[in-house]
């Protein structure tokens, strides 16, 4: 069974795959918006609403990153 922190550990794997991938321009930075809206949602759930806060801002810098190509 997958536990919360167990979702949490995966997610944050992922988003520093993604990461590396942006970084080495294979993948595009808006793609990040998602992932870190999720994890925002995941750590809300948690209760530490300061995790929170950060990553929904990470979301919104990753989706603004469409406007400024």
Same mark, same amino acid.
């Given at each position: 069974?997958?536990?919360?922190?167990?979702?949490?550990?995966?997610?944050?794997?992922?988003?520093?795959?993604?990461?590396?991938?942006?970084?080495?321009?294979?993948?595009?930075?808006?793609?990040?918006?998602?992932? *870190?809206? !999720?994890?925002?949602?995941? *750590?809300?759930?948690?209760?530490?609403?300061?995790?929170?806060?950060? *990553?929904?801002?990470?979301?919104?810098?990753?989706?603004?990153? !469409?406007?400024?190509?």
């Amino acid at each position: 069974m997958l536990f919360r922190s167990d979702a949490l550990d995966l997610c944050l794997r992922g988003i520093d795959c993604m990461v590396a991938a942006v970084d080495a321009k294979q993948l595009e930075e808006p793609a990040l918006a998602l992932a *870190y809206d !999720n994890l925002s949602k995941m *750590y809300a759930e948690e209760g530490q609403e300061e995790r929170s806060r950060t *990553y929904a801002e990470m979301a919104t810098r990753a989706e603004a990153a !469409n406007l400024r190509r």
